[in-house]
């Protein structure tokens, strides 16, 4: 398919990326289940390996089913460039990889996958750099937070676990004046509901485990690069604008303009750190993707429903869905995410810890699992799993405190998700 920026989202979802395959004509993009690729003599060897020439060489680096969904991905969300990796966590090191050296920061939103908090609050210390957590909406502290050795600005579109919608224009406008790029986490969004480049984002990172691949089966992740940020405006960024002393002296930024922080993805992140995507999980997400719009749009339609079917119930103290009008974010999902709020959310119950024990135990149709974005409708409850390891207060901050269930509503008929929520709700009375 040829690239038109006049096809929709539709038809970009099936065929961005994938041609049929030159070799056999298959019409579904191969797995190809291959480590190495022949060179044609020993001059396209050295091509290859001086980055003169682009091309398969390792597939520790690249490889032809990776490729074919690292351009869609990048297609769908406005990007140049695309780099998939083996896991989101994996996504967000590597976006940083190329930015920062020990001594410098980020500044992060509070309103993070609780994962994202323990990544950025302890492991990456091991590296020398830190993280600074700001409240997203109080846009004084987020400029306050930045300093001389603030290398990105990291938040979530709509963050997990749910309820939450950054402003993501307001806090472009910030990270551009700084001169520093901003990385959204799209994860809970996918590129169906909210486009961060057309908001100022200068990386998207996203966890492919979730509504990307959609049914539960493949743990992955991606980078992509919008291509708009000019690594040489300052000197803040040697590893893209500085010669490269592992490629002869190469400049990233000058040789390969806005494709750079793509190609030292794959140059150098992937090469050395080696957090790399397999060919047969790539295979699964690009399946997935050929339905994401349709998948996305019922979990929107489901979780209106549920939601506010939940807000009503007398064993629920509150709901926090963007989605609906009681939402002090509700009016930011006709500018940030026009075609809804997603499909997560979280509850909180009058009966506190136990209640929301008891009731997670008691579901028959949601499964109680360490997961979200699938088919399936899944809960978790968070305080006792995933933002275990968080203080009460960063708990609190993610919305994840002890009377608080995270739930992500599948695509399943509405009513029976009612039904099943319901009993279980007056058994945890
Ligand atoms: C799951 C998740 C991650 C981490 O992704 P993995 O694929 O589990 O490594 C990061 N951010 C968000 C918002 C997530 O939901």
Redesign the pocket.
């Known amino acids: 398919m040829t690239d038109g920026p006049s096809y929709g989202f539709d038809t970009l979802q099936i065929h961005a990326g994938a041609r049929p395959d030159p070799a056999t004509g298959a019409r579904q993009v191969p797995i190809y289940q291959t480590t190495a690729y022949v060179f044609r003599d020993a001059d396209h060897a050295a091509a290859l390996f001086n980055l003169q020439e682009v091309g398969y060489i390792y597939s520790r680096l690249t490889n032809p089913t990776v490729a074919a969904l690292q351009e869609r991905l990048a297609t769908l969300e406005g990007g140049v460039g695309a780099v998939c990796c083996s ?4 996504a ?1 090191i590597m976006a940083l990889f190329p930015l920062m050296g020990p001594g410098k920061n980020i500044v992060a939103s509070t309103r993070l ?1 609780g ?2 908090v323990t990544q950025f609050s302890q492991t990456i210390k091991r590296f020398g750099w830190s993280a600074t957590f700001v409240d997203f909406d109080d846009l004084d502290a987020v400029k306050a937070a930045i300093n001389d050795d603030t290398r990105a600005v990291f938040c ?1 579109s709509i963050a ?1 676990p749910g309820g939450y919608i950054t402003d993501l224009d307001a806090i472009s406008a910030i990270s551009d004046a700084a001169g520093i790029p901003l990385i959204v ?1 799209n ?2 969004a996918t590129p169906y509901l909210c486009r961060p480049i057309e908001h100022g984002a200068t990386l998207v990172v996203h ?1 492919m ?2 509504y990307l691949t959609g049914n539960g089966t493949v ?3 991606v980078v992509v690069d919008s291509g708009k940020f000019d690594w040489s405006a300052s000197d803040k960024f040697p590893s893209l604008s500085a010669p490269e002393p592992a490629y002869h002296g190469l400049k990233f930024h000058e040789t390969f303009g806005p494709l750079a922080f793509t190609f030292h993805g794959i140059a150098i992140g992937l090469r050395d750190l080696g957090m790399t995507l397999n060919p047969q999980a790539a295979h699964y997400t690009l399946m997935g993707i050929e339905t994401l719009s349709l998948r996305m749009q019922k979990h929107v339609e489901n979780a209106m429903e549920v939601a506010g079917w939940l807000e009503t119930h007398d064993a629920v103290e509150a709901v926090t869905y963007a989605g609906l009008p009681s939402s002090p974010y509700n009016d930011r999902v006709a500018r940030i995410c026009p075609k809804g709020a997603g499909g997560l959310f979280t509850v909180k119950l009058k009966g506190g810890y136990d209640a929301c024990v008891k009731f997670v135990d008691s579901l028959e149709i949601f499964s109680h699992v360490a997961n ?1 974005g699938d088919t399936r409708s899944l809960v978790i409850h968070s305080a006792s799993t995933t933002h275990r390891q968080l203080t009460p207060e960063q708990q609190e901050a993610a919305g994840a405190g002890p009377s608080v269930v995270r739930i992500s509503i599948g695509i399943e008929d509405p009513a029976d998700l009612i039904a099943d929520l319901n009993q279980a709700l007056n058994a945890a009375r």
Request: aromatic share 4%; hydrophobic share 10%.
């Open positions: 896991s989101g966590h994996a967000q996958y994962g994202t979530e997990n986490d994860t809970s966890s485990t979730k743990t992955g992740g979200l």
